[in-house]
């Protein structure tokens, strides 16, 4: 077994290639194939599986919350990391030891699967092996790109599956059209299977039920009436697109304990009309675990005094839930906007998006090779008519953070983490 310590470990994993030349549902196979001939996988976990443009890591969070209030031992993997990279693997809300990721990666690094692993997959069989280790009751496996041809693909039949709102981002991996993309990502649906729907653009929704209906696979919808009383509940994940993800959360756990469980305490207790129910003692451990919730850089106050609001709105969906967000928080409000994307992303579209409140901007470029320049972004800015400035980095942004005018940063995950980081 391999000898390098932690920060080498991290090197190597995270320097091999993003993308592989075989897709990664293909991958993730041959690696469990391998890590069962080992001995090393010798059982899947019940899991759920989530997949969608935005919203997904906030649904995890939830859905992971409500299983920990039920006594569950629950594994959770997402991407990308903010500033660890331990957060993409924790238990029960608590990251994966780096002791742990150098153990198990010095052991994964060593081994010759016979296919080529991209970060994405050493980080999946890290989760895996990790999660099986600390004999976790559940997993929650948040997917990386698309769905159907995603490395997270590959590990089974869920317990249930969860889409959340499609929208366009990757247009050029999944496609152009919305009906593509919600192919891709109705890729997780299986066999006989359960799928928990979030409210969705109509071609969207009907790819989605053409899927689940070749599959012979029920929909769960998430209803107004759900969103309606999720709403009533004191989220610590702020935006008032949460209500929808805590509904989603909800439904599927509500599912995946029925399955354990059984016994009609599971099903949703209240006339679908009204978003009023019975406060059984299974309802209130549910308001509890979404109101204990966190999910770091989504809708999240860092600071009061200058106040100052991150989010990871990378795509124009995203941008479009922030905004409805800040008007709905904020009415009548301007705000100090602090911006870092990438380059692949409809900048363009987020802008004029946000423009409206918009007193002025700052630019970032994120630390990535694929970044949008900060120049670039601020002249674009600039010539939409507002005020733009652009930074040299992340460590400057402290000085700029307007006093009597909120602060809100928002773009990549990468700039967003990086602002984290310098703990501004």
Known sequence: ??????????????????????????????????????????????????????????????????????????????????????????????????????????????????????????????????????????MVIETGLGGRLDSTNAIGTPQCAVITKIGYDHMAILGSDIADIAAEKAGIIKENGTVVVEQQDKRAMQVIEQEAQKKHARIITVEQSDIARCSGYALRLCGTFQWENAAAAELAARYVLGKRYGGPEYEMQYDKTEPKREETDLNKRIKSALEEAVWPGRMEIVSKEPFLLVDGAHNSNGVDALKESLMQMYPGEKFCFFMGVMADKDYDVMIREILPLAEEFYTVTPDSDRALQASHLADFIRKEGVKATELSGVDEIGRHLKRDTKNVAFGSLYFIGELKQHRI
Do not use: W
Not at 3 to 25: A, S
Not at 86 to 95: A, K, L, N, S, W
């Open 1 to 138: 077994m391999g000898n390098l310590d932690y920060t080498q470990v991290l090197n190597k994993i995270e320097n091999t290639r993003r993308f592989g030349n075989e897709p990664g549902v293909v991958v993730t196979a041959q690696v469990i194939k391998v890590l069962r001939e080992k001995g090393k996988q010798k059982r899947i976990i019940p899991y759920i599986h989530v997949a969608g443009t935005n919203g997904k890591g906030s649904v995890c969070a939830f859905f992971s919350s409500i299983l920990k209030k039920e006594h569950m031992r629950v594994g959770t993997f997402v991407s990308p990391h903010l500033v660890d990279f331990e957060e993409r693997i924790t238990v029960d809300g608590r990251m994966i030891p780096k002791e742990d990721v150098t153990r198990l990666g010095n052991y994964l690094l060593d081994i010759d699967f016979g296919i080529g692993l991209t970060m994405f997959d050493y980080c999946l069989a890290m989760a895996l092996l990790y999660f099986e280790e600390q004999q976790c009751d559940y």
